[in-house]
């Protein structure tokens, strides 16, 4: 079964300031894995997603994140935060059953937090 | 667009009391996901449905847990009876398909306190 470790329950910056979210994955196969956010009480949203195409990803509000596969990562990052960041960030890998389904799987979280 | 839908968004109930939630994903979306996700852990996966056939089922706690998609369309989510480590906030999701983006659509949960 596939799995992901998100390495750090909180990570605090101050605005303005780079983002590192960092996620290391288990994989038996050459895995999909995708970033998503869930702000205070709002859903989770996809950020962005990892396919098999470019290693670096970009996904929305400036997010990025770069797929190596010799240090099994998929770290998130943004060159600079906003206060509008701060939200739980899931590392998510997508599993397939052996009925050939897929689901994801997701990380235990890390949570942004953005000081002015 | 109109999103996924859930209702109730809080409950409270006592131990060995019954709750159901409700959930009316996009229009269109054939899969349906129902995840628990407890406080300070990432989302897990209860029951996956494809239109009204269950895909995976194998985490949903079957003595205490039920689910139903009707019609392939709306679902509901019942636990009967509820224990305290149920406390959680549960939440849907649908896609169009089987995850070949990997893009599920949420809804903002339902926040199920059990005292």
């Known amino acids: 079964a596939q799995s992901v470790t998100q390495l750090d329950s909180h990570v605090s910056v101050s605005e303005g300031t780079p983002v590192l979210l960092r996620c290391n994955y288990s994989?038996?196969?050459?895995?999909?894995l995708f970033w998503y956010v869930q702000h205070p009480n709002k859903g989770l949203q996809l950020l962005l997603k990892y396919t098999s195409a470019a290693t670096l990803v970009k996904g929305i509000n400036g997010f990025e994140a770069e797929f190596k596969k010799s240090e099994t990562s998929f770290h998130l990052t943004k060159p600079s935060a906003h206060m509008s960041d701060a939200a739980e960030y899931f590392c998510?890998?997508?599993?397939?059953?052996?009925?050939?389904?897929?689901?994801?799987?997701f990380g235990t979280g890390t949570r942004l937090l953005v000081s002015p | 667009e109109a999103g996924v839908a859930q209702s109730p968004r809080y409950k409270i109930i006592e131990k060995r009391q019954s709750v159901a939630f409700w959930c009316n994903p996009i229009?269109?979306?054939?899969?349906l996901y129902w995840y628990q996700q407890i406080l300070g852990q990432g989302p897990k996966l209860l029951i996956q449905?494809?239109?009204?056939?269950?895909?995976?089922d194998s985490q949903l706690p079957k003595d205490r847990f039920s689910a139903e998609r009707l019609k392939g369309v709306d679902s509901t989510l019942k636990i009967q009876p509820a224990k305290l480590e149920d406390s959680a906030v549960y939440l849907c999701?649908?896609?169009?398909?089987?995850?070949?983006?990997?893009?599920?659509?949420f809804g903002e949960g339902s926040r199920l306190t059990v005292l």
């Open positions: 998510v890998v997508s599993d397939r059953e052996d009925t050939g389904f897929q689901k994801l799987v």
């Open positions: 229009s269109g979306h054939a899969t």
């Open positions: 994989s038996s196969y050459s895995p999909s």
């Open positions: 999701a649908s896609s169009p398909g089987q995850i070949n983006t990997g893009e599920l659509f």
């Open positions: 449905f494809q239109n009204n056939g269950v895909v995976d």
